[in-house]
Every structure is written in structure tokens, then in C-alpha cells.
């Protein structure tokens, strides 16, 4: 259902627990499209205000544009449109908005209640606050980048813009969190989320360690022990991460009597002899498929997957009975993108406005009569 | 003083490893009471994952104790009658429940979502299973890097020279289910406050991972794409990279987006002569570039490399590691670090909320608790 069907549904509206929330989007580029992506989708009225042309591609609009209208307007209309919205969400360099006539803390001050998130690479003050990112950048400087990819290469970043989806989100949750405490106590808040510090505070065990005893951790590769890591097979790569409780069902998948050993059972010892035993699991893997390998691994409860593809997953059985995607019309054809977060709560699929489309409908419906004046 | 958005939410939280814990911090940064509930028999894994010298080694893990913070401990054997009925009567008092066990283990346990009800009709339970409560791979058993290679985003990336996929090396499935757990557990609030019901919400941690690669999606339903490597390279910009600077392991990661960062890049690299070059030639000579910014990068201090083209205009970064993190000029400035007292531990820096409430104004509070530690209190 798109946002117009859903309007002229109002009792399927009310059963969105957003409805009646109103979105502000400024900025346009791929954290805030993000966070509000789910805003929309979960009923909130989303207004996406455009970024800089080709601050998204294509196909990420297809992904994060649907079930929001988009308009084209002015500082001064912003500004309205801003003190008629309950949330707005922007991605621009810190000051961007106050440049624009939109200063968080006096739009804050002319309306309490209202929320505004905005992220950025490195947050609204400190040294690098005015510092120019992309997401490459970003993704440095947060941590993650240097622990991935093997050690005897450069650190290597995540694929499709990891650090701007993350940051945003994070915007996601952040910014429904300080909604719900504007319901219950009349106030909203500014947040300044950086992707630095999202980044930073979830290095796993990594970051603690290393901030305990001052030692960097390196990079591992695919491979964080024998029991933890990725393995070729005979149409790709496929992965094991077992604990100790589960490595004797591995063990015993596997078949090999050698590994019985107190040599590979013990778990201190079995450090020691980590390449031999990664040896002997890679030859078990090499010549399995990866669902041969996905299968035995739920049949025998040792946690086993497979690297698929976005290609792959678009025939995933279990994705598909649980009506995961959504369906999008894109002036490139239908095209299929990940939908509801989750399940339980309702969801509207949405469809792809164009640029502008909704200018005088949304100035008509948030400001009224004057306002489209 | 601004309250908190979620003080007065209480959550039971059943929640292991990585995945759960890290949307319970997040929760209890924001507001909310998490009273994380374990058993005697079989404590969170991670509380004993790494081996630590010390006599309570369970309650002096770094690991544990980082996500851990502004928690309470109680300790319940829910495979006990008397355990799951003391969990009940806690749950009569809480506002959401939040688990992260395989997708069949609630209900063995004997207190999947119908009894929780029968406790407290209007409860939330979120449930955060790796590959949700339903569907043909319920039974799939899955941590983070699982969830990630079963979402196709370690398919998207690699070197590209070897056609190689790569995990992050985190447990990047973990904080990002975490993450969506946090924003379904505050979206329940907000449908229960209107509706006066609660939810049971089924979280598969593989699609919200998915989530994060929804371009991807796109491009092969539309096109039938499959995944490029791109390395550190982007698909459109050129030059962008990671470059080699003074120090071991001592990484600047660069982008010039335009012609007018290139021609400041090539000028600060030495490479003035190549400044002139478009787009299309930058790209078609890419490992030429990539050369002549290395040649001149690897004597370079990360810091002062870093400033120098920022003060230029160019995005870049030091690539920090796991180490250095803790000591970058601008997180300090942020005061992003807090070391907060622990009885068996010496402090170590913890991360501030990275959801900066300016005027509510998150701070940490208490060090993680010991095991066991607020069973007097809360029973």
C-alpha cells in the first residue's frame, strides 16, 4: 500500500502506530533517507525535502524513497514546514541549517516539542566537526574499517555505504526514542549523532580489549579462529562460528576422529593448533555446496551459513513467506528492496514520488490555506 | 534537569551474547531500567568467553562488562518452576521483555508470549532470533557474521583482485539487530500508549542486516546485478583509496569526489602534473594515482597528513584502530570516553551514548554489575 492508498484508507492509517507523525527531511543524502525510510514505512508522514542532485542513485532511492512525498520549497517554507513537524532529520555539515534560516536551537525555542536529528560524520562540535566526509572517510575513522579485511593488506571497507547506513540507522531509533519522550513530557531534544561515535562504541570485544590493555587488535581476515570464520565451498564461500558448547557438534559433523583430540577439543590448547585444525574444516567444506552445508548445519545445530547474494535472497523461500520485500515502481521497472523492519507492527509499502511532486500537497496539508499562499 | 526519553520503561532482558545486550544499552543509555536476567546454571556466554586472570573471572570480562553498563543482575533458572515463577511476577511489573534465544527456546522454556500476557496483558515482547520465529529457516542457528553472510552484505565486499567476499570484522549482525531491536521496542511503546496493547514483535536479526544493503536489492531485481568488489575504491569518484602512512599498520583513507579535490590532492601528493585530469582519465589511471599518493603518503604522519588535506578541502581520515580510537584529538574533545569505577576491574574507556540528547543529556551512570548483584533488590 503507497502513502496515497493509505490515505484513502484512514482505518488502515490509524493501525500504523506513526500515524499522525510528521517528518521532516532535509538534507537528502543516504543517512537521513535512511532513518526516515522506516519513519514512513511504519505510517509516519514523511516529507523529504530534496539533497544536492545525485545525492542518491537511483536504486537507493528505490530502496529508502518509498511511501515519502517529496517537495521542492522554499528556506522560508522549510522553516514553516519545520515548526509544523514533529521530527526533523537532516544530514547536512553542522550550521547547514542555520545558514538556511532553520537554527535547531531556534526552532527548538518557537516549538518545544519538536525533535531534531542530525547526523553527520563527525557531530556538531570538536575539531572535526567541519571536516569533509564521505563515507569511506567516515568509516575510518570509526574503528570498524581497520579491523576488517586481512592483515597483510589494507584495512577494507564494508560495501554499500556502511557508515552512512549505520549512522542513519542509529537516526532511526534515536529519533523515535526522543519522539516517544516528546509525547509523554511535551519536550523534544536536538541529537547530534556522529557515525564516528556510532561506529566506536561497537567494536565488538575489540574496543574494550584494546582500550583495557592499549594493544591494537589486528585484522583477521575471514578468519578469527578455525571454529570462526569463512571457508570456500564448492559454489562460494560459506561460514562456521561456533562456541565451545558446539564445537564437539561440529567436531562430530565433520567425522574426523583425529579431532577428538585433547589437542583440538580443549579449547586452550586447540589455539595452538588453530591452521591444522583450519586445515581440516576447510577440507571439509571445499567440496560441499552451500546449501548442502546450511542444511547439515541446522540438522546438527552447529551454526553454519552461507555468503549469498542480494540476487540470491530475492528467491529465499524463508524471506519470501514472511513477505519481506517490498515492491517499488522505479522509471527502471518494479523493482523488489528490503520492506518491514520487523513483524508485529504494521507496515505500508510506499511508493517512489518523484521530485517535487508533493509540494503543494504537503504545503496545503501542514500549513493550511495561508501557508499555500 | 530534562528527564531521560525512556525513564520509567522497565525491561527484562533476556538477552546473550551481543546482539541483545548491545540494544539494552543502547535502551538503558536512553532512559530505561534493564534488568538483565540470567541463569545460575548457564550465564551469558560472554561473560567467560576470553580467558581473565582473576578469582570471579564472570563478573571481570571486558567484553561483558563494556555492554553491560547502567544494568541490573538478576539471576533466575527459568528451566525451574520456581524460577519462571518468579520471572512471572517479575514480568507483571515490567513494560517490555526482549530475548534473543533460537526461535523454539521461549516456548520451552514455558514462557513464550501467551503466558507472558496472562502476567501483564499489555506487555511487549521483543524477540530477536537470527532468522525470526517463522518461516523454512527458523531453525537456523546464527551469530553475527552468520546474519551477515546469510543478508548478502559480505558478499558486497572484497579486494576485488581475488573475488574473495568479506566479513566485517566485527560481529556486524549483532549491534545492527540491536539497533532495530531498540527502534521496535520504542515503536511498541508508542502503539501501546495509543492503543492501550501490547506486541509480540518477531525481529529476524537476517533482515534487518538486509536492510542495510537495500541499493543492492534494488540493483538486482531491476538489473539482475551481482555484487563488485570495489575494494576502497568508489564506483563513481576517482581517486579514493586507503593509503599507507608512517607507523605500523598506519592507514589514511582519501576521496576526491571532483575535479577541484583532485587538483587539491594532486597538488598536496606531488602529483601536480596529472591535476588536469577528468574524471574519466582518473578512473581509466587509477592505479597509477593510487601509486603516486602512496609514494607520498607512506612518510607521512597520519595526523598531520590528515589535517593538512582537510584544511584543503579533501575528505580524510585516519583509518583508527582499535587502539587509537580511544585517543583521537576529536573524541577526546567529545568527551566520547567515560572510565567509570568497576570492583573487579580496572577502568578502561567506555563509549558515551552515541544518541546525544543535547538537552536530556545521556551520561553513564554504573559500571556493569556483578553477577547476582541486584537479586535482593528486584525479588
Known amino acids: ?373 | 534537569m530534562k528527564r531521560l526519553p525512556l525513564e520509567g520503561v522497565r525491561i527484562a532482558d533476556l538477552t546473550m551474547m551481543w546482539a541483545g545486550p548491545y540494544a539494552t544499552r543502547v535502551l538503558a543509555e536512553m532512559g530505561a531500567e534493564i534488568v538483565k536476567i540470567e541463569s545460575p546454571r548457564a550465564w551469558d556466554n560472554v561473560r567467560t568467553l576470553l580467558p581473565v586472570e582473576h578469582p570471579e573471572p564472570w563478573n571481570a570480562s571486558v567484553y561483558f562488562n563494556d555492554y553491560a553498563r547502567d544494568k541490573k543482575s538478576l539471576t533466575l533458572d527459568l528451566a525451574q518452576p520456581r524460577g519462571r515463577e518468579l520471572f512471572l511476577q517479575f514480568v507483571a511489573k515490567c513494560d517490555v521483555v526482549i530475548e534473543n534465544y533460537r526461535a523454539e527456546v521461549l516456548d520451552k522454556l514455558g514462557v513464550g508470549y501467551e503466558v507472558l500476557r496472562k502476567a501483564r496483558p499489555d506487555v511487549i515482547l521483543v524477540s530477536m532470533a537470527g532468522f525470526g520465529k517463522t518461516g523454512p529457516e527458523r531453525d537456523l542457528v546464527g551469530f553475527g557474521p552468520i546474519v551477515e553472510m546469510m543478508a548478502g552484505q559480505s558478499s558486497l565486499a572484497g579486494y576485488g583482485d581475488d573475488g574473495i567476499p568479506y566479513k566485517t570484522g566485527i560481529s556486524y549482525g549483532d549491534p545492527v539487530g540491536g539497533l532495530a531491536a531498540v527502534g521496535a521496542v520504542v515503536l511498541a511503546l508508542i502503539q501501546r500508549r495509543r492503543t492501550k496493547r501490547g506486541v509480540w514483535i518477531d525481529l529476524a536479526q537476517r533482515e534487518t542486516m538486509a536492510q542495510m544493503a537495500g541499493e543492492a536489492f534494488a540493483a538486482a531485481s531491476l538489473r539482475g546485478e551481482k555484487p563488485i568488489h570495489y575494494g576502497n575504491r568508489h564506483p563513481h569518484w576517482a581517486p579514493q583509496g586507503v593509503y599507507p602512512v608512517a607507523g605500523e599498520d598506519q592507514w589514511l583513507a582519501i576521496s576526491a569526489r571532483d575535479d577541484a579535490e583532485w587538483r587539491a590532492l594532486a597538488g598536496a601528493s606531488g602529483a601536480s602534473e596529472l591535476a588536469a585530469l577528468p574524471l574519466a582519465e582518473r578512473r581509466a589511471r587509477h592505479d597509477e594515482l593510487d601509486a603516486r599518493i602512496r609514494a607520498w603518503s607512506h612518510q607521512q604522519d597520519p595526523q598531520a597528513a590528515m589535517e593538512a588535506l582537510q584544511a584543503l578541502g579533501i575528505p580524510a581520515a585516519r583509518v583508527l584502530n582499535s587502539n587509537d580510537i580511544h585517543w583521537d584529538p576529536h573524541l577526546l574533545a567529545r568527551e566520547s570516553w567515560n572510565f567509570l569505577p568497576h570492583p573487579c576491574m580496572q577502568p578502561w574507556p567506555q563509549p558515551a551514548s552515541a544518541w546525544r540528547l543535547r538537552e536530556a543529556n545521556p551520561q553513564l551512570r554504573n559500571s556493569a554489575p556483578l553477577f547476582g548483584q541486584h537479586n535482593r533488590e528486584i525479588l
Open chain 1, 1 to 373: 500500500m503507497c502513502v496515497a492508498e493509505a490515505c484513502e484508507n484512514p482505518s488502515r492509517m490509524s493501525e500504523l502506530p506513526l500515524a499522525g507523525m510528521r517528518v521532516l527531511e532535509i538534507g537528502g543524502g543516504v543517512a537521513a533517507a535512511f532513518a526516515t525510510r522506516f519513519l514512513a514505512g511504519y505510517g509516519a508522514d514523511v516529507v523529504r525535502s530534496e539533497g544536492a542532485h545525485g545525492a542518491l542513485t537511483g536504486d537507493e532511492e528505490a530502496a529508502l524513497l518509498g511511501g515519502k512525498r517529496r517537495i521542492a520549497a522554499s528556506d522560508a517554507q522549510l522553516r514553516a514546514l519545520a515548526l509544523a513537524a514533529d521530527a526533523l532529520v537532516e544530514d547536512g555539515m553542522p550550521g547547514a541549517l542555520a545558514a538556511r534560516g532553520l537554527d535547531p536551537l531556534a526552532l527548538r525555542a518557537a516549538k518545544p516539542a519538536l525533535v531534531i536529528t542530525s547526523l553527520t560524520a563527525f557531530g556538531q562540535h570538536g575539531p572535526y566537526a567541519n571536516y569533509e566526509a564521505t563515507n569511506l572517510v567516515a568509516h575510518a575513522a570509526g574503528g570498524i574499517h581497520s579491523l576488517t579485511g586481512v592483515r597483510t593488506r589494507p584495512p577494507l571497507q564494508n560495501g554499500a555505504n556502511q557508515a552512512l547506513k549505520l549512522l542513519g540507522m542509529n537516526g532511526f531509533g534515536a529519533t523515535l526514542t526522543a519522539y516517544y519522550g516528546a509525547q509523554l513530557q511535551g519536550e523534544g531534544d536536538w541529537l547530534d549523532i556522529s557515525a564516528q561515535e556510532c561506529a566506536a562504541g561497537m567494536l565488538e570485544l575489540y574496543g574494550p580489549k584494546s582500550g583495557l590493555d592499549g594493544v591494537p587488535c589486528p585484522r583477521l581476515g575471514n578468519r578469527t579462529n578455525a571454529v570462526w570464520g569463512l571457508y570456500p565451498a564448492s559454489d562460494g564461500y560459506a561460514g562456521v562460528c561456533t562456541l565451545h558448547r558446539q564445537v564437539p557438534a561440529l567436531f562430530a559433523l565433520i567425522g574426523d576422529p583425529a579431532l577428538q583430540e585433547p589437542k583440538f577439543m580443549d579449547p586452550l590448547e586447540r589455539i595452538k593448533d588453530d591452521r591444522e585444525l583450519g586445515d581440516k574444516v576447510q577440507a571439509w567444506f571445499a567440496p560441499r555446496s552451500k546449501a548442502e552445508l546450511v542444511e547439515l548445519g541446522a540438522k546438527h545445530k552447529v551454526p553454519i551459513g552461507a555468503v549469498m547474494t542480494p540476487l540470491d535472497l530475492l528467491s529465499n523461500a524463508s524471506l519470501n513467506e514472511r513477505g519481506f520485500f517490498d515492491e517499488v515502481e522505479t522509471p527502471g521497472g518494479r523493482a523488489r528492496v528490503p520492506g518491514r523492519m520487523f513483524l508485529g507492527i504494521d507496515w505500508r509499502a510506499g511508493a517512489l514520488a518523484t521530485p517535487g511532486a508533493d509540494t503543494a500537497a504537503v504545503i496545503r496539508d501542514w500549513l493550511g490555506a495561508g501557508g499555500a499562499r
